[in-house]
């Protein structure tokens, strides 16, 4: 801990930490809430399509490249969600 306030400070920091906490506890606030009101089919496609959305934004980052696991498992992921309809 002392590089980090050696080299960023205290106050950085507790800044840092509270966006993190108050960035996540809102994500999932609000996705609870979605969850409540939304029928349960609806909920299990969007809950199978998080690790869809989140290699896609891996692979939107430049120079990033997924895996051929990863890619094997998005299409194993968009398969399952298309049989599901």
């Known amino acids: 801990m002392s590089f980090l306030t050696a080299r960023l400070g205290l106050v950085q920091i507790c800044l840092a930490g509270v966006l993190c906490v108050a960035t996540m506890a809102?994500?999932?606030?609000?996705?609870?809430?979605?969850?409540?009101?939304?029928?349960?089919?609806?909920?299990?496609?969007?809950?199978?399509m998080e690790p869809?959305?989140?290699s896609v934004a891996a692979a939107a980052v430049p120079g990033e490249r997924l895996a051929a696991p990863a890619v094997a498992g998005v299409v194993l992921i968009l398969v399952a969600v298309a049989g599901l309809g």
């Open 26 to 48: 809102l994500a999932y606030s609000l996705l609870y809430a979605g969850l409540r009101t939304t029928r349960s089919s609806a909920a299990t496609v969007a809950s199978l």
């Open 52 to 54: 869809v959305a989140a």
